[in-house]
């Protein structure tokens, strides 16, 4: 069974990519199914980062995060320097996605990948370059 084995900080640029690729229809089939295993790693990742920010963050009277005019939270400043470094640690730890009933789809995926020949560069070029070196390794 496929394995790919990614840091955090690349699952968005992962999915950017993804959306941004020009895939006949059957490819773009297999690419859909391997999306939607990234969006799931890409929610869990943020219930990590909701739970961190209540700790972390201020709070409303009902417990609720307290959001700023521009969308930002304001972190308790005794908090600040310890919310960081564990976002940190957060980014960098490794999900693992595997296929399960999409297993074929994502093996499929990884061939597509390899043949790809569309023009990507920045956070994309990254994300193509160490989803290669993981499908590769299998």
């Known amino acids: 069974m496929q394995r790919i084995t990614l840091e955090n900080y690349l699952i968005v640029p992962c999915i950017n990519l993804l959306n941004g690729m020009e895939l006949k229809a059957s490819d773009s089939r297999h ?4 999306l ?3 969006k799931e790693a890409f929610e869990g990742l943020q219930e ?3 739970a961190l920010l209540t700790e972390c963050a201020e ?3 009902s417990g609720n995060l307290k959001q700023s005019e521009k969308g930002t939270y304001t972190l308790k400043k005794d908090k600040a320097q310890e919310y960081h470094a564990e976002h940190k640690k957060l980014m960098d730890e490794k999900v693992i996605i595997e296929g399960g009933m999409h297993a ?3 093996e499929a995926f990884g061939k597509i990948l390899q043949d ?4 990507i560069s920045g956070a994309e070029a990254a994300a193509f370059d160490r989803l290669l070196e993981e499908f590769e390794k299998e």
């Open 31 to 34: 690419r859909t199914k391997f």
């Open 116 to 119: 790809y020949d569309g023009v």
């Open 48 to 50: 990590s980062e909701k």
């Open 36 to 38: 939607g295993l990234l």
């Open 104 to 106: 074929h789809n994502v």
């Open 59 to 61: 709070l409303d009277e």
